[in-house]
């Protein structure tokens, strides 16, 4: 089949047009800036357009002939511009290809949204009835455009939504780098309990789960939470982030509330000048917000199962940090 793939050069994207392009998918990926080894998806047979999903022309142009689209393009962790560019992309960038894929009688539309759309999880572990109570823009223009999503859904294009929760893996260059890059260093500060939950997504069980939702019939209408089977403490993370790398970690514990202040008045202070603050409110969450959830839904009907381990990703990508010179 022909494969559209939205956000095509970003960590994600990549891993899906590689695996797309391995079961024999002619693959069309699109994204508004070349990615990290770009050149590697051409060389894999993919054609690739650089262009926004904000620009209706490019959009329509990338849908030709396409029988899938993985809608996975989203502006996310951009703190040098300004709100409206959530919602530029995240909203209406999906209302652009929803309109293009329905014209072009797309036969399966799989949005990707974010676990981010439930919060923080009061009552571990949340299925996808657990409150939505998203916590920044990201996280709301995502969910803003899931009942968009549904409505082309009611007008007879089958489509999917997927929650992924916190992706990991090799060919990531910034998600976990900062925890990788801070236990390896040998000294992690740990802000808070350490007792907060986090829900990890090995990015080859989140490809899985992509995959499996390309199926005739399955999932259509309904939005399902992809995750590993563990969830663990955040300083269980650190912990066992230490042990894939073979290193001994320190964790010093500091009150997490002046961490917080800090956050809003960094954010504050750089967001005229366009520069990222070196911390900011959602960085500050990571200690603070619970992130716990339940797949058995995403394992009822898509028969998805993540196939590997937390210790054996962590290990993974460990590897490739180092293989890629990040850590040294």
């Not at 995502?142 to 089958?158: D, F, I, T």
Request: charged share 25%; with cysteine; net charge neutral.
């Amino acid at each position: 089949m022909k494969v559209l793939v939205t956000g095509g050069t970003g960590f994600t994207g990549k891993a899906l047009v590689k695996r797309l392009i391995e079961d024999g998918h002619e693959v069309v990926s699109l994204d508004y800036q070349e990615g990290l080894k770009t050149d590697e998806i051409r060389s894999w047979g993919a054609k690739v357009i650089i262009g926004s999903v904000t620009d209706k022309e490019v959009v329509e142009r990338s849908m030709d002939g396409v029988e899938i689209v993985h809608h996975l393009a989203a502006a996310f962790r951009e703190l040098d511009v300004p709100n409206s560019y959530y919602e530029e992309v995240n909203v209406g960038g999906t209302k652009n290809v929803l309109a293009a894929a329905h014209a072009h009688g797309v036969k399966k539309f799989i949005y990707c949204s974010t676990c981010g759309v439930h919060g923080n999880v009061a009552n571990p572990p949340a299925g996808e009835d657990a409150p939505i109570q998203p916590a920044d823009y990201y996280q709301r223009t995502k969910y803003e455009a899931e009942p968009l999503v549904s409505a082309y859904c009611e007008k007879g294009m089958n489509t999917v939504i997927l929650r992924p929760a916190a992706i990991y893996g090799p060919g990531d260059p910034e998600r976990f780098f900062m925890i990788f890059k801070r236990v390896h260093k040998g000294v992690f500060p740990m802000f808070g309990s350490g007792k907060t939950f986090y829900h990890p997504l090995y990015i080859d069980n989140l490809i899985d789960a992509l995959i499996l939702a390309m199926e005739p019939g399955k999932g259509v209408g309904e939005a399902y939470l992809i995750a590993d089977e563990e969830y663990v403490e955040i300083e269980t993370l650190v912990r066992k982030t230490a042990a894939a790398l073979g290193v001994e970690v320190k964790i010093p514990r500091f009150p997490v509330l002046p961490l917080v202040i800090a956050g809003h008045i960094c954010e504050t202070i750089y967001k005229p000048f366009h520069v990222t603050p070196p911390i900011f409110p959602r960085r500050v969450d990571w200690y603070r917000q619970n992130r716990a959830f339940k797949i058995d839904k995403a394992k009822r009907d898509l028969g998805y199962q993540p196939k590997v381990g937390l210790d054996e990703g962590l290990k993974r990508t460990g590897e490739w940090y180092r293989r890629e010179g990040y850590l040294s």
